[in-house]
C-alpha cells in the first residue's frame, strides 16, 4: 500500500492482508523514529503503548510496537463498527 493509501487506516484497529498472504489484526501508524516510519500493534499493545507514550517511557513503546515496512501491506478492512 502506498503512504497516501495506509494513513486513511491510521490509528484504527485493521485486519491487514500481507504481501506473504498472512491476516494479521491490529493497528498501524505512523512514528518513531524518521518521518517515514510505521508502526503496527496488536489493539491491547497499541492501547498499552498510547499509554506509555503519555508516560514518556521510551522502553516500552520500544517493546509494544514492531516497525513495520507498509509495501508489505496489500490490505486494510477497518475493524471499526459504525454507528
Request: charged share 25%; proline share 1%; with cysteine.
Amino acid at each position: 500500500m502506498s503512504n497516501s493509501n495506509i494513513s486513511y487506516y491510521y490509528h484504527i484497529p485493521c485486519r491487514f492482508r500481507l504481501r506473504s498472504g498472512k491476516e494479521v489484526y491490529g493497528v498501524v501508524w505512523q512514528g518513531g523514529i524518521g518521518a517515514a516510519s510505521h508502526l503496527f500493534a496488536s489493539l491491547r499493545e497499541y492501547e498499552k503503548y498510547q499509554e506509555a507514550e503519555k508516560d514518556h517511557d521510551l522502553n516500552a513503546c520500544k517493546r509494544l510496537a514492531l516497525r513495520v515496512d507498509i509495501d508489505d501491506f496489500v490490505h486494510a478492512e477497518s475493524l471499526e463498527v459504525l454507528t
